[in-house]
């Protein structure tokens, strides 16, 4: 609930300065975007598996794209040679816990303890139908990435449980990973008795020692005022979204669905570490996302909640994953 109140809290702050903001932003003006991303299973109090994830990112406008970022990526074979180039920059951090928080040693059946404190740039191709996007993530896993005290300080902050088996979590290694994903238009904006919809399927793969996996799904949006984008941002793995947006009048919105299926052969939180004997549980080869959410766009500003239920991912796993996702982007 306090969550939901502060996410709350920022929305009317955005929309009070709608007026003094949307002057400068016309709709389909191409900016820079910045977007807070806050990914948490608080939002249906169940604690566990994958916990909390926080990415903070910048995606250049077209314009601004170094040349050289431009030139990389009409070298690279899987981009079209036309279309508008954007460069990413982000910094994130993931959080992963096993269901029993109140023990000193959890059971080895349940996921180990692990965070992933990450940078991250990025690469996107838009031809208008077709959206290519490559990201290099580099980061550190195991107590360098301060997710114990990331997760201490924010059940202290509101009065929760404190898990007490951080001592058992993966050891520090650094982590690599490197993602590829390509979404396509299959029914671009269409009018429908009012509204508009689309329809993007998408498929893309991940190769480092945090993921190797093969990924395809697709999403479907109806609404007022569709942007001209890919839907919302969200943190790896997932639907693959666009790193920005593109408004196509002073207030829209939509709702969507989507589903994505993934083919995993690593998965570095489950498997355990690289190199050292550690915690680990047995893994599920297949694994699925359902999706179901809302946005809400501005010309400067957009705000998305994704409502996410994830299969299980560990044999041993009690239940399906649920946790929810917040992403307030803003044109600079």
């Known amino acids: 609930m306090k969550i939901a109140i502060a996410v709350g809290v920022v929305a009317c702050v955005g929309w009070a300065s709608l007026g003094e903001a949307s002057s400068d932003v016309l709709p389909g003006s191409d900016h820079g975007t910045l977007s807070l991303l806050f990914e948490n299973d608080l939002f249906y109090k169940t604690d566990r598996d994958y ?3 926080v990415e903070l990112s910048y995606t250049t406008a077209s314009q601004d794209t170094p040349k050289l970022f431009v030139d990389l990526a009409r070298l690279l074979p899987f981009f079209a040679t036309t279309g508008n180039v954007r460069a ?3 910094l994130g951090q993931s959080i992963y816990t096993p269901s029993h928080l109140s023990l000193v040693n959890p059971p080895l059946t349940d996921r180990p303890y692990a965070g992933f404190l990450y940078g991250g740039f990025g690469l996107a191709d838009d031809t208008g139908t077709r959206l290519d996007q490559i990201e290099l993530q580099v980061g550190v896993i195991g107590p360098s990435s301060l997710a114990s005290d990331t997760q201490r300080f924010v059940h202290k902050l509101f009065n929760d449980r404190q898990p007490m088996g951080w001592s058992t979590q993966l050891r520090g290694e650094p982590g690599i990973v490197l993602t590829y994903s390509r979404n396509l238009k299959l029914i671009p904006r269409q009018s429908f008795l009012g509204l508009f919809f689309d329809l993007e399927p998408h498929y893309g793969a991940a190769i480092g020692n945090v993921y190797d996996y093969a990924d395809a799904g697709a999403m479907a949006r109806i609404g007022v005022n569709i942007p001209d984008d890919y839907g ?3 943190i790896e793995p997932s639907l693959p979204g ?9 207030i829209g919105g939509y709702i969507f669905v989507g589903v994505d299926g993934r083919a995993v052969g690593r998965n570095l939180f489950l498997d355990g570490n690289t190199w050292e004997a550690s915690r680990s549980v047995s893994k599920n080869i297949f694994v699925g996302d359902l999706e179901l959410g809302a946005a809400i766009t501005f010309n400067f500003m957009q705000i ?3 409502h996410v239920i994830r299969s299980k991912e560990y044999k041993t796993q009690t239940a399906a994953d649920q946790f929810g996702a917040v992403n307030l982007s803003f044109k600079l």
Do not use: I, V
Request: proline content about 10%; hydrophobic content about 20%.
């Open 88 to 90: 990413s920059y982000a």
């Open 51 to 53: 916990t909390n994830g």
């Open 242 to 250: 666009s790193g920005y947006f593109e408004s196509t009048g002073p």
């Open 232 to 234: 919302p941002l969200r």
């Open 304 to 306: 998305t909640f994704t």
